[in-house]
């Protein structure tokens, strides 16, 4: 096959690509103009369409040909999306979540959230105003987080929200502000959440800072919930008191 054969076959599937080949760059027209805007790893978003970006490695004569083409998935986009949010609450799922959590390499501040006397409202009021309440919460996260941060169900009425940034303090201020404006929209439930926040790093796993923000949601839990507490170490031994 000819590099000239090889455009001609990747615009015919409605492909835009980039191709490199003997140190070269050959692009079609639309290529860049098409992947400007990344909405998550390898989707790009252009016109109201949504393009997934493959790579493949051919032999043409005895050189290798790097090829980089997007592919429209528009008509499956919204299937693929659905898997990836927890239908109740639009937050990501816990397999979306998990995958997101260990692909992370840059520092992040980590939140876990769990509503406070869950069980009671469901026992008082039904299984369907707690659902209706996991939605509420929902919603009020989505609309108080930026696009780059990221926030999951992670089990139950459990929620993990992690902040693209290292500013504990601040992440902490919005937290609390989301409980506020979640007891305010309770109306007379009078319902809050306790939270454990940590920072992630390159000092440590993903697993630890999961681990210490369950320490530190433990110890808001004992100690008069409806609050939020930035992980230390004197919490390990606090929370067990």
């Known amino acids: 096959m000819s590099l000239d054969i090889l455009k001609e076959l990747l615009l015919s599937f409605n492909w835009e690509y980039r191709i490199t080949y003997e140190d070269k760059v050959y692009c079609s027209p639309k290529y860049f103009e098409l992947s400007k805007k990344n909405i998550s790893e390898n989707v790009f978003k252009y016109k109201n369409k949504y393009y997934i970006r493959k790579e493949k490695i051919i032999k043409i004569g005895k050189s290798n040909c790097k090829i980089e083409y997007l592919e429209d998935i528009t008509n499956n986009f919204g299937k693929i999306l659905a898997l990836k949010k927890d239908k109740l609450t639009g937050l990501a799922t816990r397999e979306n979540l998990e995958d997101y959590i260990y692909k992370l390499k840059r520092i992040s501040t980590f ?10 409202v469901n026992d008082n009021y039904g299984h369907p105003v707690g659902d209706q309440i996991l939605k509420m919460l929902g919603s009020i996260i989505i609309s108080n987080i930026r696009k780059k941060d990221f926030a999951g169900r992670y089990g ?15 992440v902490k201020k919005r937290i609390d502000k989301i409980n506020r404006i979640f007891n305010l929209k309770s109306k007379n439930l009078n319902l809050s959440f306790s939270a454990g926040i940590s920072i992630y790093d390159k000092n440590k796993t ?22 939020s507490i930035i992980y230390n170490k004197k919490l390990e031994k606090k929370g067990i008191d």
């Open 111 to 120: 939140v876990l959230c769990d509503l406070d006397d869950f069980k009671k």
């Open 156 to 170: 139950g009425e459990e929620f993990l929200i992690i902040f693209d940034t290292n500013d504990v303090e601040m």
């Open 206 to 227: 993903i697993a630890q800072t999961i681990k210490e923000v369950d320490i530190a949601l433990y110890y808001v839990k004992q100690h008069g919930k409806n609050n």
